[in-house]
DNA sequence: TTTCATGCAAATGATTTGCATAGTC
DNA sequence: GACTATGCAAATCATTTGCATGAAA
């Protein structure tokens, strides 16, 4: 379900600010920091303060329009409804590749077997030593 | 191999203050907060800055004695001589349940052989829904 | 003795909050 | 018109840095 429906059916006002907010979000289908949406924004209505920012995407969060996780550089936000981001993170490198969903389909079966855990289904995101890292310290 | 020797290996001096740090994270095989640490290292040495043990964490880190990751609740620390300490984060009520590595083996084979990524050994965090928290929005 | 490590205080950077005003429904 | 959302400025929180002093090797 879109954002901008799940806002108005939860009383929420759909301001330009939020409206921008899901935009980029709906753009950009790779993850976005606070600071790579509020120079988005504040590309298209200057006059926006980070504040609005965070609290929107706070508020986009508690609806469930937007997902967040933390990454080695900092925390990250993607929009809920698209399909799966899962990344493999080098800890050396930093370096972040994509990563199919079908890897995880043993785990997935094993975790809700073993733990009753409902594992995200939208995004995984895994550390370890890219194949350029592999063996260096 | 223990952390004494590492520093001293690489020139690092063997202060009363890093000898707590390691200690704590010795004692404690779960996950520590800087705030944990610098809790405990104040509980014995009073006077120890909270600079001195983020410096020290750092140290540790880059001498590959301590481990490094973040969690929703923020940075933890663990050390790297232990076993592995598998978590599955709950994102609604944010608990933390442990997970044995077993479930890991077929990702840890596919991972390797599709992206020539190597996944960490000691410290996997997924995030997901606990069985309680399974089908509540 | 020489150099590294520490404590202190101040700086930083990201995020949060209080409050008066502006904008949406 | 009522009530929510916003901009602004100031507060907060974790972490980092500069610098003079203190303590290991």
Redesign the interface.
């Known amino acids: 379900m879109s954002c901008e429906k799940t806002l108005k059916e939860k009383q929420f006002r759909l301001t330009p600010q939020r409206q921008m907010i899901i935009d980029i979000l709906h753009m950009n289908s790779d993850h976005l920091s606070a600071e790579d949406i509020i120079n988005y924004v504040q590309g298209h209505l200057p006059s926006v303060d980070k504040s609005t920012i965070y609290r929107n995407l706070d508020l986009l969060l508690k609806i469930?329009c937007v997902y967040k996780?933390?990454?080695?550089d900092g925390t990250i936000y993607h929009h809920a409804d698209e399909g799966h981001h899962h990344h493999?993170v080098?800890?050396k490198c930093n370096r972040t590749?994509d990563?199919?969903e079908?890897?995880?389909s043993?785990?997935r079966k094993?975790?809700k077997e073993?733990?009753?855990?409902?594992?995200?289904s939208k995004?995984?995101v895994?550390?370890?030593?890219?194949?350029n890292c592999?063996d260096s310290?």
Chains 1, 2 share one sequence.
Do not use: N, W
């Open positions: 469930g996780s933390e990454s080695p493999l080098c800890s590749i990563c199919e079908d890897v995880f043993s785990v094993m975790l073993k733990y009753g855990f409902q594992l995200d995004h995984i895994l550390t370890g030593r890219c194949a592999k310290r």
